[in-house]
């Protein structure tokens, strides 16, 4: 997998796995909060920021503390 270096390809995997309406309001402020916290990042870097999200560690869930779907 590529770095994803856009804001939106970023928010567009991140949110996914959710199967979000696309239309919905809580979508719309997710993507808001989302793109106001990596345009912040950037300027704080002084440049674009790049996701390499197969660097990505995995997470173990535990599925009898957290319910069985």
């Known amino acids: 997998m590529e770095p994803i270096k856009s804001t939106d390809g970023i928010i567009d995997f991140c949110l996914a796995p959710l199967s979000l309406d696309g239309g ?18 950037q300027a704080k870097l002084a440049g674009p920021v790049a996701v390499d999200f197969s660097n990505m560690p995995s997470q173990v869930i535990n599925e009898a503390a957290h319910g069985y779907e």
Do not use: D, Y
């Not at 309001?25 to 912040?40: A, K």
């Open 24 to 41: 919905s309001e809580s979508e719309r402020e997710v993507r808001r909060r989302m793109t106001h916290v990596i345009r912040t990042l």
